[in-house]
């Protein structure tokens, strides 16, 4: 399965990633390029393709789309000022051609701060319900404790599993 | 597109393998599905049991009772999703039915017995926490599923809403702000709209976001994890941390220890230099924010709209020695 961790900038794509992994998250510096893995879970192999989410390069992310079946989108949940950005860059890529049948999951990520909105909150304010084009899930988390992390990548995993299984 | 096809064709021959596979082996599947069925049974006949319990018990052990029940739910939960790669479907679908009716009897009970209480949100919470692993059947219960999460959520963060608003500090002018280890231990400290403010944190903020700030001088102790500057002019920003992210700034003098690497972007006239902030606690502040000191850099730093590797940056350099405020006290 192909997985695609998109989001703002400091919203914890590869804290997420090294996380899952069990990697050292205390070294992380901001992502200049892409980090490339493949994880296994549940006998499943994942790529993940985690891309830099600052500005100047979030116009490279179309380029790495293809065969996408998780999109996997970050929200720094304590990020309340730039929530409107993140809403905004969300519902664009979901315009994607190439992402079209791609499963969303929200990771409303860093929990573990007392400034986080609750993934209720994310939900609302990201206009989560009006998605109609994809199937999609919210979960909150917290990748530096890694608290819910892995009922977010099951809930994707089966996700994907029962839409092809659906297709044979 | 072929190639896509090409992994499903793959999965799917996986796929049918792996179920002539369970033909031939067809005596390990019956037993499997009985040991499951016996397993199911049987839990599901305690967790029945524990709720009949709370008719005969007193009513300040019920709470415990039925968070005992949620934690039981959970397992068998979980147990079902765990087991759903191998029963076959028919048995898979009697399951979830069979939780659907007790989730229900666990609900009524919970009414019953502690109506409008906060508990029932935290537990029923517990009970829908693994939920989404029996959901890759329809799309119905997909969305089930997803309302489960939601409203769950939604009760979840209730205590993070009063703790929220203490350490966000915004729209001042000409202020100076004292901010000490009780008001923000281990929070996330919110810094915006302010002019020509002193900004002092003896503390170890988790995460500290500073934004729109003009002329003002910003003193923090260690952060533990980012580091978020955005829209600020005119500023000096003394912070050790370990991320630092700086957004469409000018004209900043950065004092900083960072552990990995720092980034700006849209940022023009900036100086870097070391982190040279010192109080009484500090030590233990460095400690509680698990920074080491030693491996803290003030010059690794990436400028995004610079990514040319033989010249320089021309946004930032660093601040010359004879330029260094070195006592900030007062």
Sequence with gaps: M???????????????????????????????????????????????????????????????????????????????RRLEDCKAELHALLGEERLAGATLLVFANKQDLAGALSSNEIRKALELDTIHSHHWSIQWCSAVTGEKLLDGVDWLIDDIASRIFTMD | MTKRLDRLQEKRQAKVDKQRQGKDDNVAVQDSVYEFSTRFQHEKRS?????????????????????????????????????????????????????????????????????????????????????????SSTTATQDDTRKIIQAKDQDSMDTGALARRLCDYSNQENQTLEITTDEISSKDVKLSQLKNCTVRIQGYPSALQIDHLQNCTILSGPVSSSVFVDRCHDCKIVVACQQLRIHSSTDIHFYIGVTSRAIIEDCTRFMFTSYNWSYPSIEQHFTAANLDKNSLSSSAIDDFNWLRIDQPSPNWSVLPEEDKIQNWVG
């Design chain 1, 2 to 80: 192909y997985f695609n961790p998109r989001g703002l900038d400091n919203a914890g794509k590869t804290t997420i990633l090294k996380r899952l992994n069990g990697e050292d998250v205390n070294t992380i510096s901001p992502t200049l390029g892409f980090n490339i893995k493949t994880l296994e879970h549940r006998s499943f192999k994942l790529n993940i393709w985690d891309i830099g989410g600052q500005k100047s390069i979030r116009s490279y992310w179309r380029n790495y789309f293809e065969s996408t079946d998780g999109l996997v989108w970050v929200v720094d949940s304590a990020d309340v």
């Design chain 2, 47 to 135: 967790i029945e049991e524990m709720l009949d319990q709370c008719s005969s018990m007193e009513s300040k052990s019920i709470p415990d009772q039925l968070d005992s029940v949620a934690i039981a739910m959970e397992k068998l939960e979980k147990f079902v999703g765990d087991s759903s790669q191998f029963i076959p479907s028919f048995t898979l679908r009697q399951a979830q039915e069979n939780l659907n009716k007790l989730r229900n009897h666990i609900e009524t009970t919970r009414e019953q017995y502690m109506p409008k209480k906060k508990f029932a949100f935290k537990s029923r919470k517990k009970v829908a926490a693994s939920k989404p692993l029996l959901s």
